[in-house]
């Protein structure tokens, strides 16, 4: 009996977590849940950026019309990709601003 209790207060030791594990469990929820999806638009330019080469090469014969095509590719992919984050972002950003002016609010009329 008295090993019984010995453990339950071994473990009641160990789950007693400090500040720190909840920062670094925070940090780990924030990775395995990632909110930085873009959604379709970020499935279709990674469709046309894995797509772009195949039908490249089978559109260009020409062995330097067919690399500068390449090159202009993934340069135009990585810059839709770039735009669509940026986007994003400002509407992530201005709807923040939009709840924070909101809750201000509400906290000057409540008091």
Do not use: F
């Not at 089978?58 to 390449?70: G, N, Q, S, T, V």
């Amino acid at each position: 009996m008295h090993r019984n209790t010995d453990y339950a207060d071994r473990q009641q030791a160990h789950n007693n977590h400090s500040d720190s594990y909840a920062y670094a469990q925070a940090t780990k929820r924030a990775i395995h849940r990632p909110h930085s999806s873009l959604g379709a638009t970020g499935h279709w330019i990674h469709i046309l950026s894995v797509a772009a080469p195949l039908v490249i090469a089978e559109a260009i014969k020409d062995p330097e019309k067919k690399w500068r095509a390449l090159r202009l590719a993934s340069v135009g992919g990585a810059l839709l990709s770039e735009a669509a984050w940026t986007l994003r972002l400002s509407h992530d950003r201005r709807r923040e601003e939009e709840s924070r002016a909101a809750l201000e609010d509400c906290e000057g009329r409540c008091r």
